[in-house]
């Protein structure tokens, strides 16, 4: 090959590939549009329900103390899980009071008790759908037991 094909060829090559680069990165015209990233290598995956779960107990009851009663861990576990959700999101999601044992909830945190009632509400939903599919199955007698996995007694 002579000179002037291979530097050609390197240009489109070299066009190609930033053309692919483009079209993968984000723009640059949007600077205050956040990264998207895929699901799959989100932070977010790394997260506990039970977390979201101590998160919202907390934002209602307005304090450690009261949120463990009700979901019957100790102030620890609801302050450790509440710690490994400010760790995985990389935001303060409470303010703990100063020689009170009152919380208050930052904004970051409103927007992900916000969501994690939802996904609690969304949780609860395909309980309620999977307790009722069971129901069915078995007034028709097609339950479990009956299924592709015969119940092992």
Request: net charge positive.
């Amino acid at each position: 090959m002579d000179d002037a094909f291979r530097r050609q060829w390197a240009v489109q090559l070299a066009k190609e590939r930033a053309d692919q680069a483009r079209a993968w990165s984000p723009t640059y015209d949007e600077p205050d549009e956040p990264e998207r990233r895929p699901l799959e290598r989100s932070r977010w995956l790394g997260l506990q329900v039970r977390s979201l779960l101590a998160l919202v107990a907390v934002a209602e009851e307005g304090s450690f103390v009261q949120a463990a009663r009700r979901l019957g861990y100790s102030r620890s576990t609801i302050s450790h899980q509440i710690a490994q959700l400010e760790s995985a999101i990389g935001e303060s999601l409470v303010v703990r009071g100063s020689g009170s044992r009152s919380v208050t909830v930052t904004p970051a945190g409103n927007v992900v008790v916000a969501h994690g009632r939802a996904v609690l509400k969304v949780l609860e939903n395909a309980e309620a759908q999977l307790a009722e599919l069971a129901r069915r199955e078995r007034s028709k007698g097609t339950g479990p037991s009956r299924g592709l996995f015969p119940a092992t007694q």
